[in-house]
């Protein structure tokens, strides 16, 4: 009648249920108000702030037996926060875990939306160090209410346009602020924003939470997600004149890999899955 | 005078409690989408579908208002032991408000948030004859489209009147204030929250 081998002492999914359904309620108002930060009761989890502990609380809150996991780390299965996130889920729920993007029902991810395209009825939740796109500008929370009450948003372009006067083009290269639903201006978390198109009209549903800060938001299927921008200055994403050292691939987000100490490096794919099933792909065909 | 009788809720809380929120996150998400949902039993006036939203919903730091035919007191006495939620008599006190389409209260009157804090509004629970995503003969058929919906998404509920129609059509609450709407049919479950623009076919 209870779920399989999980740590004995601990609830399913680490926390109470008072508090699973405190965070609920604050995932309904937030896919209700697209974009719009909720404020939740967050809760200590079992690491400190700054490692997802805003993304692990959404995820503690809504999985369950049938869920399979997958956790990112800058699109990395392998490394130290997706390792160990994944083993506490493994652990304290005893859910499936994949590193296999199109298996996944529930993705965790910090900082890397995976390069193969997601599909309905899956749930990408990010960890959000801060949640306030407007913070850097203005740092009382009173006001940036106020602000997006008003929809006061020009101070944010007034940043991107700075960009453009000292360096000649927008120079924000991650974090790059987006509105939801052509209403609330959004921080889509520290992802490169050669992310940010995988947002728009997404069959997935996209979930953030910020443990620090407290605040959960959202943005449901089918909902636009636009760069801000000016017209003589379209929004860009990066490009790369290499391909990935690994698999080749031209279109996937590249990390710069220094090899030794004159000066050499390489890129590979910052997305291991896609990197790995490239590669078995080519195999498979040799 | 007999004690009302006390019933059993979820067989197994922590799991219910969470396959029945995964439904209600799907169809909250995506309006219109009709999702099953019969974790628990019938509780008296409440079908499978509302008892179920109520125990995944509701604990003692939230409010309910409840009204017309559902507010009976063997399902104000189960609600108070299964959630410990606190019931209210000024519906513009309430988080939930749960009652049948024509039985509920004056929705302006209702918390629809603040501009600052437009998460603090009333979600409206409504139980329904039946959810269906074709047109028939009973049913108000509704035309959905918004976020969570690629073009467009046809829901045809029976038991809705024509105040919750027109307030769903009209929209009288500015964005981003407003209620969000949980249907709740026999064992079914659809939502409509407030960025869904609704037309009546």
Same mark, same amino acid.
């Given at each position: 009648?209870?779920?399989?081998?999980?740590?004995?002492?601990?609830?399913?999914?680490?926390?109470?249920?008072?508090?699973?359904?405190?965070?609920?309620?604050?995932?309904?108002k937030?896919?209700a108000i697209p974009g719009y930060q909720v404020p939740?009761?967050?809760?200590?989890?079992?690491?400190?702030?700054?490692?997802?502990?805003?993304?692990?609380?959404?995820?503690?809150?809504?999985?369950?037996?049938?869920?399979?996991?997958?956790?990112?780390?800058?699109?990395?299965?392998?490394?130290?926060?997706?390792?160990?996130?994944?083993?506490?889920?493994?652990?304290?729920?005893?859910?499936?875990?994949?590193?296999? #993007?199109?298996?996944?029902?529930?993705?965790?991810?910090?900082?890397?939306?995976?390069?193969?395209?997601?599909?309905?009825?899956?749930?990408?939740?990010?960890?959000?160090?801060?949640?306030?796109?407007l913070?850097?500008?203005?740092?009382?929370e009173v006001e940036t209410r106020k602000m997006h009450a008003l929809e006061d948003y020009?101070?944010?372009?007034?940043?991107?346009?700075? %960009?453009?006067?000292?360096?000649?083009?927008?120079? #924000?290269?991650?974090?790059?602020?987006?509105?939801?639903?052509?209403r609330y201006v959004?921080?889509?978390?520290?992802?490169?924003?050669?992310?940010?198109?995988?947002?728009?009209?997404?069959?997935?549903?996209?979930?953030?939470?910020?443990?620090?800060?407290?605040?959960?938001?959202?943005?449901?299927?089918? #909902?636009?997600?636009?760069?801000?921008?000016?017209?003589?200055?379209?929004?860009?994403?990066?490009?790369? %004149?290499?391909?990935?050292?690994?698999?080749?691939?031209? %279109?996937?987000?590249?990390?710069?890999?220094?090899?030794?100490?004159?000066?050499?490096?390489?890129?590979?794919?910052?997305? #291991?899955?896609?990197?790995?099933?490239?590669?078995?792909?080519?195999?498979?065909?040799? | 005078?007999?004690?009302?009788?006390?019933?059993?809720?979820?067989?197994?809380?922590?799991?219910?409690?969470?396959?029945?929120?995964?439904?209600? *996150?799907?169809?909250?998400?995506?309006?219109?989408?009709?999702?099953?949902?019969?974790?628990?039993?019938?509780?008296?006036?409440?079908?499978?579908?509302?008892?179920? =939203?109520?125990?995944?919903? *509701?604990?003692?730091?939230?409010?309910?208002? *409840?009204?017309?035919?559902?507010?009976?007191?063997?399902?104000?006495?189960?609600?108070?032991?299964?959630?410990?939620?606190?019931?209210?008599?000024?519906? =513009?006190?309430?988080?939930?408000?749960?009652?049948? =389409?024509?039985?509920?209260?004056?929705?302006?009157?209702?918390r629809a948030g603040t501009a600052e804090y437009p998460d603090r509004s009333c979600?409206?629970?409504?139980?329904?004859?039946?959810?269906?995503?074709?047109?028939?003969?009973?049913?108000?058929?509704?035309?959905?489209?918004?976020?969570?919906?690629?073009?467009?998404?046809?829901?045809?509920?029976?038991?809705?009147?024509?105040?919750?129609?027109?307030?769903?059509?009209?929209r009288p609450h500015p964005f981003p204030l407003g209620l969000?709407?949980?249907?709740? =049919?026999?064992?079914?479950?659809?939502?409509?929250?407030r960025t869904?623009?609704?037309?009546?076919?």
């Open positions: 009648m209870s779920a399989p081998a999980t740590r004995a002492g601990y609830n399913f999914a680490y926390l109470d249920e008072q508090t699973k359904g405190m965070i609920r309620r604050a995932l309904l937030a896919v939740f009761g967050g809760r200590e989890m079992p690491m400190p702030y700054g490692w997802g502990t805003g993304g692990m609380q959404v995820s503690a809150a809504i999985i369950g037996r049938d869920d399979c996991l997958k956790v990112i780390d800058q699109g990395a299965d392998d490394t130290t926060n997706a390792v160990s996130i994944r083993a506490f889920f493994r652990d304290l729920t005893g859910v499936a875990t994949t590193e296999r #993007t199109e298996q996944a029902t529930l993705i965790q991810t910090r900082h890397r939306i995976p390069e193969t395209p997601l599909h309905e009825d899956q749930i990408l939740v990010y960890q959000v160090p801060i949640p306030e796109p913070r850097f500008i203005e740092p009382s020009g101070v944010m372009h007034i940043k991107l346009y700075e %960009d453009i006067a000292q360096f000649g083009h927008i120079a #924000t290269s991650y974090a790059y602020p987006v509105r939801v639903n052509g959004m921080d889509p978390s520290p992802i490169p924003k050669f992310d940010n198109p995988k947002m728009d009209h997404s069959p997935a549903l996209q979930l953030f939470g910020a443990g620090r800060e407290k605040r959960i938001y959202a943005v449901p299927p089918y #909902t636009e997600v636009r760069s801000l921008d000016f017209a003589d200055h379209p929004f860009e994403v990066q490009r790369w %004149d290499q391909c990935c050292a690994i698999c080749g691939a031209t %279109d996937s987000f590249l990390d710069e890999v220094i090899l030794d100490d004159q000066g050499g490096h390489t890129f590979i794919c910052s997305d #291991t899955d896609y990197c790995r099933t490239r590669l078995a792909r080519q195999e498979e065909k040799a | 005078m007999s004690q009302p009788q006390l019933q059993a809720g979820f067989a197994n809380p922590v799991e219910d409690s969470q396959q029945a929120f995964r439904h209600l *996150l799907k169809v909250m998400s995506e309006p219109g989408v009709i999702r099953p949902l019969a974790a628990a039993t019938a509780l008296d006036t409440l079908t499978p579908a509302t008892f179920s =939203a109520c125990q995944t919903l *509701l604990d003692a730091t939230t409010t309910l208002w *409840l009204g017309g035919a559902l507010d009976t007191e063997t399902v104000r006495a189960n609600l108070g032991f299964h959630s410990g939620c606190r019931i209210v008599v000024d519906p =513009a006190a309430a988080d939930f408000v749960l009652a049948r =389409a024509g039985e509920l209260p004056e929705l302006m009157t209702l979600t409206l629970l409504v139980q329904v004859e039946a959810l269906a995503t074709t047109a028939t003969e009973q049913a108000t058929a509704l035309r959905l489209s918004g976020p969570g919906i690629a073009t467009s998404r046809q829901l045809g509920v029976t038991g809705l009147d024509t105040r919750l129609t027109r307030y769903l059509v009209e969000d709407l949980v249907l709740l =049919a026999q064992d079914q479950v659809a939502a409509i929250p869904t623009r609704v037309e009546v076919n």
